[in-house]
């Protein structure tokens, strides 16, 4: 039989959070390639979700969400960035960030549609690209004195006739880095020449470091109304598992993803929605005290990784430092990675596998910082072997 997958979905394979996961439970090595914690997040939300199991909470919910979510999340966005959205229209709740980010490429683009996104990006965001028949235009972020960013000049030089939408993901997976007022400045001007929407992935929103202020695109003149914001509890809270997430945006726009959204999931699970929603409320000074202890683990890793011969780019938010690879002699990414294992014990993920040009990154490998210290440690001490002589 010929391959039955459709032609558009034919370059994705399995990803490669699962590939390097598989890979790290078969020889037993230390997982630095998924971001996801090992410690679990606060126990009254947990707790939360237990009782709203117990108290009945286990049928389907309203499609856009239950009411206490939707309110919680309305009073998140209003105190935190000064943003009011209705409840009642402008949130909708989804299965996670990915699912939001899908829904809204599937809802805005026609086939032939152009997204411009910056490469290297989350991996999903290409497949939501060629699943709804549109065109990925990648801008690179390349390093710029310690911190990626993207050349302004290039970035309008993507955006052509049949661009739709910008996919916009600050604070940055996998680069680490936390996009200025000046460059949102920048995408929020195109927008508005080109009559762009943008879709903001901003997962990561509450997990900066050094006192780096994570600045929402819709919260910029004129970007309120042309801007699908997404976020989710995962990051925040530590559930990973949990894939609860929310749109917030202009009725239109909130209709229209709802409207794919329904036919994808229809709703997403009751019992983490009320969970969520306490999260939001109360449990924002354990927020706090995680961000402290993540930019703690990332000055551990990157000292670390430092120490065994990797160039290290210092992230100003999210859960990955991100490496060059090549003064320890090594120029493929992904070669390495997957050789990681037998050399150190320890898995990383390829970052060239975020890029539409993989040669532009082939030379960058990511690590994730969200685990125990003593894990980290533990693979420091086994990376160091990649600078001793054999």
Request: with cysteine; net charge negative.
């Amino acid at each position: 039989m010929d391959d039955p997958l459709v032609t558009r979905m034919r370059g994705f394979g399995t990803t490669i959070f699962a590939e390097m996961s598989a890979l790290a439970l078969r020889t037993g090595s230390i997982n630095l390639g998924q971001g996801f914690p090992d410690t679990d997040g606060p126990a009254a939300m947990l707790e939360r979700a237990v009782s709203a199991i117990r108290e009945g909470a286990n049928q389907y919910p309203p499609g856009p969400g239950v009411p206490e979510l939707r309110q919680a999340v309305c009073e998140h966005r209003k105190d935190h960035y000064g943003l009011s959205y209705d409840p009642d229209g402008e949130i909708l709740v989804t299965v996670g960030a990915t699912e939001a980010v899908a829904a809204a490429i599937l809802a805005l683009c026609e086939p032939g549609d152009e997204v411009i996104a910056f490469e290297p990006y989350y991996d999903s965001y290409a497949a939501s690209v060629a699943l709804a028949g549109a065109v990925l235009r990648p801008v690179t972020l390349r390093p710029v004195e310690g911190r990626f960013t993207f050349d302004p000049a290039e970035l309008r030089a993507a955006a052509g006739p049949r661009t739709r939408v910008i996919l916009v993901n600050s604070p940055h997976n996998p680069t680490g880095t936390v996009l200025t007022r000046a460059e949102l400045e920048e995408i929020a001007l195109l927008c508005q020449e080109r009559d762009l929407v943008a879709v903001t992935d901003e997962v990561y929103e509450h997990l900066t470091f050094d006192g780096v202020e994570h600045v929402p695109l819709a919260t910029l003149p004129g970007m309120r109304e042309r801007t699908v914001m997404i976020s989710s509890a995962g990051k925040t809270f530590s559930v990973t598992g949990w894939k609860t997430g929310w749109i917030c945006g202009p009725a239109e726009l909130v209709r229209a993803v709802q409207t794919v959204k329904q036919f994808l999931t229809f709703t997403a699970a009751a019992p983490w929605q009320l969970a969520v929603a306490h999260g939001l409320r109360h449990e924002l000074d354990w927020v706090s005290r995680l961000r402290a202890d993540l930019e703690s683990k990332r000055d551990r890793l990157a000292v670390g990784l430092a120490a065994a011969g990797f160039e290290v780019y210092r992230p100003a938010g999210t859960y990955f430092v991100q490496t060059d690879i090549r003064p320890l002699g090594f120029t493929d990414g992904l070669a390495l990675a997957r050789e990681l294992p037998s050399l150190a014990g320890v898995v990383a993920v390829p970052t060239q596998v975020f890029y539409a040009r993989p040669e532009r990154g082939s030379h960058f490998v990511r690590f994730a910082f969200c685990k125990r210290d003593e894990v980290i440690d533990e693979a420091v001490s086994r990376l160091a072997r990649l600078g001793t002589p054999s």
